[in-house]
């Protein structure tokens, strides 16, 4: 019988929150970006698949591990979540301007 390590002492909240709040901010940030990827995974996976937006999540999540873990590292898990959540603000209000910058041309 195989004993599972208790995961809560690997992963704890600040490190999921900072990485979701990294991973929102890149996606945002890089929307054309993230629209051709989510593209590719619809071409790849068929375009009925609804894990094709899911599976495009899945590197902006990894860029946004690594982001939060480097700012964890270099100024506390404190200030990545802080950080986080400003730029999640600032990328979520320059989608909003992007996106209303192309319906009004």
Excluded at 4 to 15: C, E, K, Q, W
Excluded at 49 to 69: E, I, K, Q, R
Excluded at 90 to 103: A, F, H, I, N, S
């Amino acid at each position: 019988m195989t004993v599972l390590p208790n995961l809560s002492a690997v992963v704890d909240t600040a490190t999921v929150a900072g990485t979701a709040l990294w991973a929102i901010a890149l996606y945002w940030g890089f929307s054309p970006v993230a629209d051709r990827v989510i593209a590719r995974c619809e071409r790849w996976l068929g375009e009925e698949s609804p894990a094709a937006s899911l599976l495009g999540m899945v590197p902006f999540l990894a860029v946004g591990g690594v982001t939060h873990y480097g700012l964890t590292l270099t100024l506390g898990g404190s200030w990545a979540v802080s950080l986080g959540v400003i730029a999640a603000m600032g990328c979520g209000v320059y989608e909003l301007g992007r996106r209303d910058g192309q319906t009004s041309e």
